[in-house]
């Protein structure tokens, strides 16, 4: 296990941008430093805990991703490697070396967009009560778990702090535009699928997850689906932030699952399930994690990256 937990950076020389409930942002000029942090988020507030190399298996396992959809969006990745990172970041490549992105800056739109492919989460709160999940209707007698008719798409607006809440797609066509609320669901189930494909071989199943876009911005050179840079400044829509991983999905072992209750994960539903067992009434004061709690999740993140990646997290 690693000897240190990264629970927040502090690079005085470097610009901070903007330190969210997981990743501390730095403005570079041209481009952004994205690092993954070891903090962990449930229910709205960061644990007091970290989670052990959690940050690299969300940077590395986006990295993965982001390659393996590159033919369908661009994506604002350009290097993980610290070896391709400008000069002012070199007294801190042992902090960022394998878990941060240099990437293009964008302008990120202001809703997440999720695809659901099973009945759980706060979709099946909102099944319970209305038959429908984020106005889409769906099939009576379905169960906690049901895999759906069809994967649908469910955006949900994006909170600075606190709970990002779910709404329909009209709601979200009217925040960015009926035509790219188009757009962004027909790319999102495009990547989703992508991902169930692979997960499925892996031995996984991949229940849902958000993804978030950008517009790139007039400077960026940006990586196009055929690896070449393009120049105009066209507000191309790009994907940006984290892709597919155990923070932004529900990935559940294929050989466990079973419809018609909550399963067992690869994701930080383990932590949940956690702090909902100690009866934490979700307000500060947070709760920090046992020791056991904090080792297990760091196996789960690592075993949903090997079966994924095919390879061993670099540490």
């Not at 070449?228 to 990935?251: C, G, N």
């Amino acid at each position: 296990m690693s000897s240190t937990v990264v629970l927040e950076t502090d690079f005085s020389d470097l610009t901070l941008a903007h330190r969210g409930k997981v990743r501390d942002v730095y403005d570079l000029g041209e481009h952004l430093l994205i690092v993954a942090t070891d903090r962990i988020s449930a229910f709205d507030y960061v644990l007091g805990s970290g989670i052990p190399d959690k940050g690299k298996v969300l940077t590395q396992l986006s990295a993965f991703w982001f390659e393996r959809v590159a033919d369908l969006v661009p994506h604002h990745l350009i290097s993980i490697d610290v070896a391709d990172f400008p000069a002012v970041t070199k007294p801190h490549h042992d902090v960022l070396r394998g878990r941060t992105m240099l990437v293009e800056k964008t302008e990120p739109l202001p809703v997440e967009c999720v695809a659901r492919g099973y009945l759980s989460g706060s979709g099946w709160k909102d099944y319970q009560q209305t038959g429908a999940v984020c106005g889409a209707s769906l099939p009576a007698g379905l169960r906690e778990s049901d895999r759906l008719p069809a994967t649908i798409f469910t955006p949900a607006t994006k909170a600075a702090s606190g709970h990002d809440e779910n709404i329909t797609q009209e709601q979200a066509g009217a925040i960015v535009g009926h035509d790219r609320i188009a757009q962004l669901r027909a790319l999102t189930l495009a990547i989703y699928q992508r991902g169930v494909a692979h997960a499925e071989t892996c031995g996984i199943i991949i229940a849902d997850t958000k993804f978030e876009f950008g517009l790139a911005t007039p400077q960026a050179s940006r990586r196009s689906p055929d690896g070449a840079k393009a120049e105009e400044a066209k507000a191309e829509l790009i994907l940006i932030d984290e892709v597919l991983t155990p923070d932004s999905s529900r990935f559940w072992p294929m050989t466990e699952y079973e419809p018609g209750r909550s399963q067992s994960s690869f994701d930080k539903q383990f932590v949940r399930d956690y702090l909902e067992s100690i009866d934490w009434n979700k307000q500060p004061p947070v709760p920090s994690l046992p020791d056991d709690v904090v080792a297990k999740s760091r196996d789960k993140y690592l075993e949903a990256f090997r079966r994924l990646t095919g390879r061993e997290l670099v540490l």
